[in-house]
């Protein structure tokens, strides 16, 4: 297994754009995280799916951001309308977790840097 | 909500010193995790440590959950060690949880 994968690694777009990006966990991993992170802060949780289903949303999440695992492996997440405030990295993790048991340790991809321009 | 501070903020060390990096949190974590952040900004597991101690190598880690802090060791510090080191702590809300990721200590050693 090569770890968490994530494409592209740099994008780079005009304000107003939609921009799309890919994160393909570790493959047994049943959990999928995307988190922000700007530049000199730690990485911001966003929102996770156990398998296919959204379980938990922060509220930086807001209604221009949406974010897919269709079926339960690769998970997208969508910018609408992008804005200079989403310049930033966004960075993809997954992890197994036993069901009514324990949550493992996340692993974290190389993230996508997103400049809006 | 749940704050997490990590202290120093920011460390300088000459190469072949020891250090220690503390992780303080608010409130009952479920799990947590320390990270360190290379120069081009991959997340690289170091240790999941919800109590107790672990050692990897140089590093070490410890984590006292009853009284909310842990921290990581580094031993005789090499150049590669620099980047940003982040701990992340586990919170439980109505049935699901998020990752809360403390402050960062950024550290450089010096050849």
């Known amino acids: 297994d090569t770890g968490v994968s994530q494409d592209p690694r740099h994008k780079i777009t005009k304000r107003g754009q939609n921009v799309t990006f890919r994160c393909d966990p570790i493959?047994?991993?049943?959990?999928l995280y995307w988190y922000r992170q700007t530049l000199g802060q730690g990485p911001e949780f966003l929102t996770y799916f156990q398998n296919e289903a959204q379980l938990e949303k922060s509220r930086l999440l807001s209604d221009r951001f949406s974010a897919e695992r269709p079926k339960g492996s690769f998970s997208t997440l969508e910018i609408q309308r992008t804005e200079q405030g989403d310049s930033a990295m966004y960075l993809c993790a997954s992890s197994f977790s036993v069901r009514g048991g324990s949550t493992y340790e996340q692993y974290f991809g190389p993230g996508t840097r997103l400049t809006v321009t | 909500g749940i704050q997490v501070e990590q202290s120093p903020p920011d460390l300088i060390l000459q190469e072949g010193a020891n250090s220690t990096l503390r992780c303080n949190f608010s409130d009952s974590v479920n799990n947590l995790q320390w990270f360190h952040q290379n120069p081009w900004g991959q997340l690289i597991n170091l240790f999941y440590?919800?109590?107790g101690t672990k050692q990897n190598g140089r590093l070490s880690a410890t984590t006292v959950a009853t009284e909310r802090y842990s921290l990581l060791y580094i031993s005789s510090s090499q150049t590669t060690d620099s980047g940003v080191y982040f701990c992340a702590v586990r919170v439980d809300t109505s049935g699901t949880y998020k990752y809360i990721f403390g402050t960062g200590t950024r550290l450089k050693v010096l050849a």
């Open positions: 440590i919800p109590s």
């Open positions: 493959s047994e991993h049943n959990r």
